[in-house]
């Protein structure tokens, strides 16, 4: 069945029809379009949220060793790397549905509006002969009236006695002539009836047949063009279900590996001081007279550093080179992360110097290529450097030593000792100083290498010398500077922009 056969009387309902069919296709692009501009602020929302809740600083680097915190930044990024995909939904959206419907539209709406102009000229060309055969058989009609009036006035000029033969001959000619002029209306009309009868045939047998054909076959491929739409709004989403389904399974994951009992011991581990529990403190019996000993405890723990402000009006004094100022436990924990830097840095510059030696050797066979005495200055320095780096290799090591062979002993006297110390004058805050120090014991976050010479004068900075090497206590808090920590253990804040930050 098509259009031409069973819809040729159907103009205005084929007309309206696919008008709707157009209708519906700009309000498909419309919804698509709407549903992009929700995935795209529901993705730029998403983005914002993990901006939010993404840790910045060294504090909160630090507390990412920990899984439960660590997990949680997984899942950030994993939520960040989902929004990218709801844009790229949103994306693949507009240029495959909305663009391409839209341009499939214009051509559609073209090509309807040539097919409605062509059926209206086959219209107006049948009803332009249509009024051509009624002016044709009205003229006729007329001429055959007068043929006839004048046959009847001939014949009654003809029996009237009274006319004279000229007259009757005069009314006879008229009225042959009225009837010849009549014969050829009748010719005339025939012919264009014979006319239009072939071109209405014409017109709704082949001309409008053919023209609501080809605009059933315009709406099918609409129809088909949409189907597809329809489902790429689908296809496009599935495409990207796979990686979708990886961050959903990260962010799983990133539950999954949580290990609370890890994270306590990690915890331990950071915080240990190393110090073993004060003992009970004996009766002092005045009454007998008995003097209150007086010495060192471990109710009086050593005292190490405080928070060094930037400019404070406070004067701190330097950090120990050898930790000594730092609990047992943090001081072994600072001398071997500093015995582990010395000797990262001891073999990457045994490395320059081997690297050196056989360009040397390679510059003595072959001259031409340099001259083995420009690299002296090098390989002498890079020497001078293996030889500090050595010894102070040794120096930590053997503090190292003596922290881990002399602790038990100095908890074994710390305990002896403290039964032997009167707390009368401040007893409820034996604890206060240690616990505010050892709040304040850190690691470093990192290492610089300083480019420039730095002349600390003011409260609270430090001189650094070029090409010094630096560990990173506080980074730069938008201030422009930062808190570093030298070799000899001296701490304090130097201009970020004096250092560069090694890899």
């Not at 309902?13 to 296709?25: A, E, N, P, R, Y």
């Not at 663009?99 to 709406?109: F, G, I, N, P």
């Not at 529990?277 to 405890?297: C, H, L, M, N, W």
Request: glycine share 6%.
């Amino acid at each position: 069945m098509d259009w031409g056969t069973e819809l040729w009387d159907q103009y205005d309902g084929i007309d309206k029809h696919t008008q709707s069919g157009l209708d519906l296709v700009e309000r498909y692009i419309k919804f698509v379009k709407e549903r992009t501009e929700i995935e795209q602020s529901y993705a730029k929302q998403l983005r914002s949220l993990t901006k939010k809740y993404a840790k910045r600083g060294s504090k909160e680097e630090q507390d990412c060793k920990f899984s439960n915190h660590g997990s949680f930044q997984e899942i950030l990024n994993e939520l960040n790397d989902y929004a990218g995909q709801r844009e790229l939904i949103a994306e693949n959206m507009m240029t495959g549905i909305c663009v391409e419907l839209t341009k499939y539209l214009q051509e559609l709406k073209q090509e309807r509006k040539t097919h409605l102009s062509d059926a209206k000229k086959a219209q107006q060309t049948l009803e332009s002969s249509f009024k051509h055969l009624e002016s044709t058989k009205k003229r006729f009609a007329k001429e055959w009236a007068e043929a006839d009036k004048a046959t009847q006035q001939a014949e009654k000029t003809e029996n009237d006695l009274n006319a004279t033969k000229l007259d009757v001959e005069k009314a006879k000619t008229h009225a042959h002539a009225r009837t010849h002029t009549a014969e050829e209306c009748r010719n005339d009309y025939a012919a264009q009836l014979q006319k239009y009868n072939k071109e209405q045939n014409l017109f709704y047998y082949s001309e409008i047949p053919q023209i609501f054909n080809k605009l059933q076959d315009m709406d099918e491929r609409r129809i088909r063009r949409l189907a597809d739409g329809y489902c790429q709004f689908s296809e496009i989403e599935k495409k990207v279900l796979p990686i979708i389904s990886k961050c959903l399974e990260g962010i799983s994951a990133a539950g999954a590996k949580i290990n609370e009992k890890q994270d306590s011991i990690l915890f331990i581990e950071q915080h240990k001081s190393g110090f073993e529990r004060p003992g009970d403190v004996e009766f002092e019996d005045y009454s007998q007279g008995i003097k209150p000993a007086t010495s060192d405890s471990s109710l009086h723990p050593p005292k190490v550093r405080a928070k060094l402000w930037p400019f404070s009006k406070k004067h701190k004094p330097p950090a120990a080179e050898d930790f000594s100022h730092l609990p047992p436990e943090q001081r072994k924990k600072r001398l071997q992360a500093k015995i582990d830097d010395i000797t990262k840095e001891l073999q990457k510059t045994q490395d320059q110097s081997d690297a050196l030696e056989k360009m040397k050797g390679v510059y003595e066979q072959n001259p031409q290529m340099g001259d083995p005495s420009s690299l002296e200055p090098q390989i002498t320095e890079t020497a001078q450097n293996i030889g500090r780096l050595r010894g102070e290799l040794a120096k930590y090591e053997t503090w190292l030593s003596e922290a881990i062979g002399g602790e038990e002993s100095v908890n074994t006297i710390n305990n002896n000792t403290q039964h032997g110390v009167a707390a009368v004058d401040q007893p409820h805050n034996i604890y206060t100083e240690f616990d505010d120090e050892f709040d304040d014991v850190q690691t470093p976050i990192g290492q610089c290498t300083a480019l420039y010479t730095f002349e600390g004068n003011s409260e609270g900075t430090i001189s650094i010398m070029e090409g010094e090497l630096l560990s990173i206590m506080e980074e730069d808090k938008g201030d422009g500077w930062m808190r570093v920590l030298r070799a000899n253990g001296e701490e304090g804040y130097i201009p970020s922009s004096y250092v560069k930050l090694a890899p």
